[in-house]
């Protein structure tokens, strides 16, 4: 007998990935197996983390999902379709940030809204809201070569945020920050996904970011990247800093280092 389907599970997935194998040819003609077999679900308005070592393809399975590189096998479906290319309503916030060096910090915040023809008088105040978050309000007219690294990554931060995307994709995005900044960048991107429903993903070397942001946590192994675990962490929300001394949160690290541990180590 057919049931009839609850909301919930008649909506497609945020994103998917489905047997996603990626092979790089590199230049002395060797193939690099950079993902085997990936497969995962991702419901909309759920954030995601990424946690594996160096060079396992999470920045690779990122730019796959965002339509940058293309998966050598599998599929890879984005609300309900297949991935063909880039699409204009995902935030990147890359691992290295891509600025264009004519154009001042703010010009560059402002690059997806124009894109988008959004009013650029609002997107003026979002983006100087977000680029006062990252501590940057002061070099709104300063160019990117002006900036150190820790600080165009954060223009980037700012730029991902400016249009509240409702697919944010976020490649180590917080790397490069000081503790306190990362803190606050932390819970900043909690409280824009409360207020936007927005998806996200996140890749982070940090087990203990990964469970403070993550509503489930992907696990992946050394190269060929496969996905090892993927563990639901059942925190209540909203998340708060006090969770992180936690027995509770201190067992969830614990469990996910001894997974990586157990594949051949974070890094
Ligand atoms: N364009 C490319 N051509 C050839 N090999 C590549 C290319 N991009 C990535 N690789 C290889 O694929 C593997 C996965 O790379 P990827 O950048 O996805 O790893 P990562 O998990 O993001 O690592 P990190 O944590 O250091 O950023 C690596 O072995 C890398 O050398
Ligand atoms: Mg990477």
């Not at 009839?4 to 790089?24: C, G, N």
């Not at 003026?124 to 900036?147: C, D, I, N, W």
């Not at 001394?245 to 969830?252: E, H, I, L, M």
Request: proline letters at 6%.
């Amino acid at each position: 007998m057919n049931m009839p389907l609850t909301s919930e599970q008649a909506r497609p997935p945020a994103f998917s990935f489905e047997q996603v194998h990626k092979i790089f040819r590199s230049k002395d003609g060797a193939d690099v197996v950079a993902l085997r077999d990936v497969g995962f679900e991702v419901r909309q308005g759920e954030f995601i983390t990424v946690v594996g070592p160096s060079g396992c393809g999470k920045s690779t399975l990122l730019r796959i999902l965002a339509g940058l590189a293309r998966a050598s096998h599998g599929q890879v479906t984005l609300g309900g379709k297949p991935v063909t290319g880039p699409s204009r309503d995902i935030g990147v916030v890359f691992q290295s940030p891509v600025l264009l060096p004519w154009r001042t910090v703010l010009q560059n915040v402002l690059v997806p809204a124009q894109i988008q023809g959004r009013d650029l008088k609002v997107a003026t105040q979002r983006a100087m809201h977000y680029l006062e978050l990252v501590g940057l309000e002061k070099f709104a007219t300063k160019y990117p070569s002006e900036l150190s690294g820790g600080m165009q990554q954060r223009v980037g931060i700012a730029r991902a945020f400016v249009n509240d995307p409702m697919l944010l994709l976020m490649d180590e995005p917080f790397g490069a920050l000081d503790a306190m900044t990362r803190e606050t960048m932390n819970l900043e991107l909690l409280k824009l996904k409360e207020r936007t429903g927005a998806t996200i993903m996140l890749v982070t070397h940090s087990i203990p970011e990964a469970m403070f942001l993550g509503d489930r946590v992907v696990v992946m192994s050394p190269r060929p990247g496969r996905v090892t675990q993927i563990v639901a962490v059942d925190l209540p929300a909203p998340r708060t800093l006090e969770m992180i001394n936690t027995d509770r949160f201190g067992t969830y690290v614990s469990g996910i280092r001894a997974n990586l541990n157990a594949a051949g180590g974070l890094d």
